[in-house]
């Protein structure tokens, strides 16, 4: 079965930087666009980044332009995002996902604290 898991989130200060990762298995990842989405507390889920299949085509929220950076290395089956200058709205749990045989699939997150 799809499985993703995330990895890599931390509490951080203001301006710092981390790297997330994603771990997937149950699927042809290589065939996939992959994103990441991330859920601050009280709000709602919100889309931050999405690479195609091969990495030719990425889209960022526009919040986020500039100082993350998605990536994948299909030969490992994991996707992830470069997270540099981090501000303190940059918090909440941080999720990959991908949409498969007509239903998204979701791992269990990753924490992602920035603190001022």
């Known amino acids: 079965q799809v499985q993703l898991v995330e990895s890599g989130g931390d509490l951080v200060q203001s301006g710092g930087s981390l790297r997330l990762s994603c771990a997937a298995s149950g699927f042809t990842f290589s065939a996939y666009p992959m994103s990441w989405y991330r859920q601050a507390p009280g709000k709602e889920r919100e889309l931050v980044a999405t690479i195609s299949a091969f990495g030719g085509n990425i889209n960022y929220v526009e919040s986020v332009k500039g100082r993350f950076t998605i990536s994948r290395d299909n030969a490992k089956n994991t996707v992830y995002l470069q997270m540099n200058s981090l501000k303190p709205e940059d918090t909440g749990r941080y999720y990959c996902?991908?949409?498969?045989?007509?239903?998204?699939?979701w791992g269990p997150g990753t924490q992602v604290t920035v603190s001022s």
């Open positions: 996902t991908v949409r498969w045989v007509s239903r998204n699939y």
